[in-house]
């Protein structure tokens, strides 16, 4: 019984590169969350998707960031030319629906570090 | 050992003492409140949760308070153990009818256990 698998655990980007990290939820969960932590930080919301909807990408920045859960394979967080202050641990999550009391599961996250 | 204010990032126990995390949350309207337990290097593992029409819940070791007066959230954990070192988060979740649906995070208390 899998549960959230993200991959790559962890990557090494140069500045100016692309970054993509890979998320499959937990099985029968439609429902994909994004966090991104920084260092001694709390989580930080970025994404909410379905398949093949993002619901709410209010915590995106507005450039270079992109997510999408396509209707087959896993949910992406593409990140393009990738800069310094990118470096951090990046959560996918994922439940069964979107209304409150559903739990959230979270990945063992991808870390990445960009040089 | 019992945390002071609403926030301490650091809260020390003694090994078999009670711990109880604190936690302050912002959304008057946040109708469902997760704790996640995350250890370093991996992600936020779920623990325990508690919907706003509920004062208290129990789980295996570790009880659940919510305060909605004051928008106070806490956890207690009975019996401290080694294996309880980590930083817990409160979560709230604001149901908004099928748009943002991400959770929001507390800055996290960092449990330490001495022997």
């Known amino acids: 019984n899998a549960g959230v698998m993200q991959n790559p655990r962890h990557l090494v980007r140069r500045r100016g590169q692309e970054a993509r990290l890979r998320c499959s939820p937990m099985?029968?969960?439609?429902?994909v969350y994004w966090y991104r932590q920084l260092p001694e930080e709390g989580l930080k919301f970025m994404v909410y998707?379905?398949?093949?909807?993002?619901?709410?990408e209010s915590g995106m920045p507005k450039e270079r960031f992109s997510a999408e859960f396509p209707k087959e394979g896993p949910s992406i967080l593409r990140i393009q030319q990738v800069v310094r202050g990118d470096s951090a641990a990046y959560f996918c999550?994922?439940?069964?629906?979107?209304?409150?009391?559903?739990?959230?599961?979270f990945g063992e996250g991808s870390w990445l570090t960009v040089v | 050992g019992e945390s002071v204010g609403l926030h301490l990032p650091t809260l020390s126990v003694q090994e078999g003492d009670n711990s109880i995390i604190n936690c302050a949350y912002s959304?008057?309207?946040?109708?469902?409140f997760i704790w996640y337990k995350q250890e370093s290097g991996k992600g936020p593992q779920f623990i325990i949760d508690?919907?706003?029409?509920?004062d208290k819940r129990q789980g295996q070791r570790v009880t659940v308070l919510l305060n909605k007066t004051v928008k106070h959230l806490s956890l207690q954990i009975a019996a401290t153990q080694p294996g309880d070192s980590a930083v817990y988060f409160c979560?709230?979740?604001?149901?908004?009818?099928?748009?943002?649906?991400?959770?929001?995070f507390g800055k996290g208390t960092h449990l330490i256990i001495q022997p």
């Open positions: 999550a994922s439940s069964p629906g979107g209304f409150s009391g559903n739990t959230i599961y």
């Open positions: 099985k029968g969960h439609s429902h």
């Open positions: 998707l379905q398949k093949e909807n993002i619901i709410d």
């Open positions: 959304n008057s309207a946040s109708d469902y």
């Open positions: 508690i919907r706003s029409n509920m």
């Open positions: 979560a709230e979740r604001l149901y908004s009818g099928g748009g943002a649906d991400g959770l929001t």
